[in-house]
């Protein structure tokens, strides 16, 4: 579904994301770990189209979105449920709006997307904060509100950026629920998050951990390009994985940098 | 977004700002109403010129020993002649009576008024000519001709004055046109200032539709149609404004002033109307379009 190739992106401070390849396919949860810092965020922005890539392709259904003109990027960036670092709701809005509203651009008819909202916000949080407006709600309530909103109508891409940041054991568990929930109904599901406990969790679900270290993935390949995740995942399983029952940890230690064979 | 969607927004957007939008729509009824009553006034002071200049034309003033056989058989003579509208012989006691009570409002009129006999004036006749476009060289031609009669000491040929009355209007429309600018330029700086200020407001509400992959195009549109809408509100209200009470000032003007009533200008046409509320939606929509920022709101 998408597939970062040799992806960097500068910010302020110096490169966020170096040559990071990557790939997530429909039906597969990948949740990328980090430190702060270590271009989490950034690699989630240039995945749901919000951010440019300084260099590097971010194909998306076969097209390189990295190429697009400004213009075009809205007709991408609808078609990913994104929730970023911060929850981005409308204030003096219902978050029954605001979770509609995701629904809104993609041209749904309003009746069947405000059912539709009103099931996503019941699986992700509570339905009776429907007609609540989003400035009562606490930042862990809107977090999870936005997680609706990013969730809703199961977009082909999910990218969700620390949704557990926050928050306590049982919404935590919830949240991964959603975001399982989302991945067997067939979305490509990237998460990041610097929470372990929260990566376990969803490795336990059977999600794909990849570890991002200064901007870098941890383990990547040296050399080339790796055609599809497929591949990935193929050459994951001759590496050596830390969480072998039940994740695939890429951790091939990049030769570029280091100079060294897989760790 | 679909059109009942942006309808949607437009809706919840006048709904949750509309104390701003109210404040718009009043603006517009300002603005509307300073437009409107420059145009019904240039009407108003048209009619009015076009009124005074054709009340009276031509003041013949008789010798003191013309007789008043004489006099009237002179008003037959000129009630005769082609393109004479009236003819009225004035006598030395009624321009006395004239002259009294249009003193009497002035503060420097002291008590040389009641010592005036009406010996002091000549006897006169008043000339109203039928309006047309030839009128002041008629008025002068029968100037001319009044003046080489027996009887008549002078003439004044009012034509003249009517030319200074129609300078002093042009000047005053001039400086009605100016009140008119600027206090347009005040409201349409009133309008942008208010629609600016709830800019910053609506910024975050255009970022999330912009992350949602809303097109710059429909993120503005709920706020186009929304002060379209109070633009169109408040030209409307201007419009019943005028209706209702121009009238009742024009009339309180045209009293005061001492103006014979003219009918013309009462209310807007049509076209005017219709063109008024055009230009009200349209500056709506372009203030829309600037209430909205759709720049620098995702990092793309």
Known sequence: MIWLEGVSYLRAGGPALVDVTLGVSGGELVVVHGPTGSGKSSLLAVAAGVRAPDSGAVWIAEHNIAGLQESSLPYVRRNVGYLPPEPLLIPDETILENIMLALAVRGEPIDSAEADARETLAMVADSAWENRLATSLSTGQQRLVALARALVGTPPLVVVDEPASGMGADEREGIARALVWARDRGCAVLCATSDLSFVQLLVDAGGRRVDLEDGRIAGAPAIGLVPDPVCLSDMTSDAQPENADSAEVIRISDRRSSGEGSS | ?300
């Open chain 2, 1 to 300: 977004m679909t059109f009942a969607w942006i309808l949607r927004r437009a809706r919840r957007q006048s709904v949750s700002a509309r104390r701003a939008l109210l404040a718009v729509a009043g603006l517009f009824l300002a603005l509307g109403m300073v437009c409107g009553a420059s145009v019904l006034g240039l009407r108003a002071t048209r009619g009015w010129m076009s009124t005074v200049g054709q009340s009276v034309h031509v003041i013949a003033f008789l010798r003191d020993e013309t007789e008043p056989d004489q006099a009237s058989q002179l008003v037959d003579l000129l009630r005769r002649r082609p393109g004479v509208a009236r003819v009225r012989l004035v006598e030395p006691a009624e321009a006395l009576a004239r002259l009294r009570d249009a003193a009497r409002p002035l503060p420097t009129t002291g008590s040389w008024l009641d010592d005036l006999e009406p010996g002091y004036f000549p006897r006169s006749i008043e000339v109203a000519l039928v309006a047309s476009a030839d009128l002041p060289q008629r008025a002068a031609e029968l100037s001319r001709r009044l003046r080489g009669l027996a009887g008549v000491a002078g003439v004044d040929a009012m034509t003249e004055g009517v030319a200074r009355l129609a300078a002093w209007v042009r000047f005053g429309q001039r400086l009605g046109w100016a009140v008119v600018l600027a206090t347009g330029i005040a409201a349409l700086s009133s309008l942008v200032g208010t629609v600016l200020r709830g800019r910053a407001a609506r910024r975050r509400q255009a970022q999330v539709l912009a992350i949602l992959g809303e097109t710059a195009g429909n993120i503005r549109l709920p706020a186009n149609i929304a002060l379209a809408a109070a633009g169109l509100t408040g030209a409307l209200a201007a419009l019943l404004v005028l209706r209702l009470a121009w009238p009742a000032l024009l009339t309180a003007v045209e009293r005061t002033l001492s103006i014979v009533p003219t009918p013309a200008g009462f209310s807007l046409g049509f076209w005017e109307s219709a063109v008024g509320l055009l230009a009200a939606a349209m500056i709506g929509w372009v203030l829309g379009y600037l209430s909205t920022p759709v720049r620098g709101l995702v990092d793309g």
